[in-house]
């Protein structure tokens, strides 16, 4: 296993549309978050899987976000209607439990014109 | 609520020079906390983590020290180099809220040859 892998690396999308971006984990990490990151700032945190149950999820997390991980495998993060400020870092990152440390992915740049 | 700040926000520094970076915690409720570096456009690579039980951690140039009761960390690098350069994120995982990380907003190493 390579790592925390996310998909796609870049997306530019027109305001009004929808995007859906993927993130594999690390296979055997039951854990798995998403974090948002906008210029010159740390990451946020948006939402918390444990196997396939969100257990968390942020104020940040509009109604527009939906994020799923069906059978704890691969997770998808949607944002529905994008506006101009969801131009953002979106992080993944995997772990197997509180003593452990987070793996994050590469992210996905997203540019909302 | 748990803030981390990072000082300095930038720092430029010649080749070969020992450095240190500094982050600080209101908190001292934490897990562990872990140090990343960000390369531009990119995800986090993580360096170290030290849980809240432990005072350092060391790999090659790197030395992260932990003092929970004072609510700091620093990540000491020795004899830098060009390849150093990137932003540097400190991160702590709260005890009362074990599924995030609260990350600073980083510091930015330049490296001179």
């Known amino acids: 296993d390579t790592g925390v892998s996310q998909d796609p690396r870049h997306k530019i999308t027109k305001r009004g549309q929808n995007v859906t971006f993927r993130c594999d984990p690390i296979?055997?990490?039951?854990?798995l978050y998403w974090y948002r990151q906008t210029l010159g700032q740390g990451p946020e945190f948006l939402t918390y899987?444990?196997?396939?149950?969100?257990?968390?999820k942020s104020r940040l997390l509009s109604d527009r976000f939906s994020a799923e991980r069906p059978k704890g495998s691969f997770s998808t993060l949607e944002i529905q209607r994008t506006e101009q400020g969801d131009s953002a870092m979106y992080l993944c990152?995997?772990?197997?439990?509180?003593?452990?440390?987070?793996?994050f992915g590469s992210g996905t740049r997203l540019t909302v014109v | 609520k748990q803030e981390v700040t990072q000082i300095p926000a930038a720092l430029s520094v010649p080749e070969g020079e020992n450095l240190v970076l500094n982050c600080s915690f209101t908190d001292s409720a934490i897990y562990n906390l872990q140090w990343f570096r960000q390369d531009p456009g990119k995800g986090l690579t993580s360096l170290l983590l030290?849980?809240?039980?432990?005072r350092e951690q060391t790999s090659g140039r790197l030395n992260a020290s932990l003092d929970k009761s004072s609510g700091r960390s620093t990540l000491y690098i020795a004899a830098s180099q060009p390849g150093d350069s990137a932003t540097y994120l400190c991160?702590?995982?709260?005890?009362?809220?074990?599924?995030?990380?609260?990350f600073g907003s980083g510091t930015r190493l330049l490296v001179r040859p």
């Open positions: 899987f444990q196997n396939e149950a969100q257990l968390e």
């Open positions: 991160a702590v995982r709260p005890v009362d809220s074990s599924y995030k990380l609260i």
């Open positions: 296979s055997e990490h039951n854990r």
């Open positions: 030290i849980q809240s039980s432990q």
């Open positions: 990152a995997s772990s197997s439990g509180t003593d452990y440390g987070y793996t």
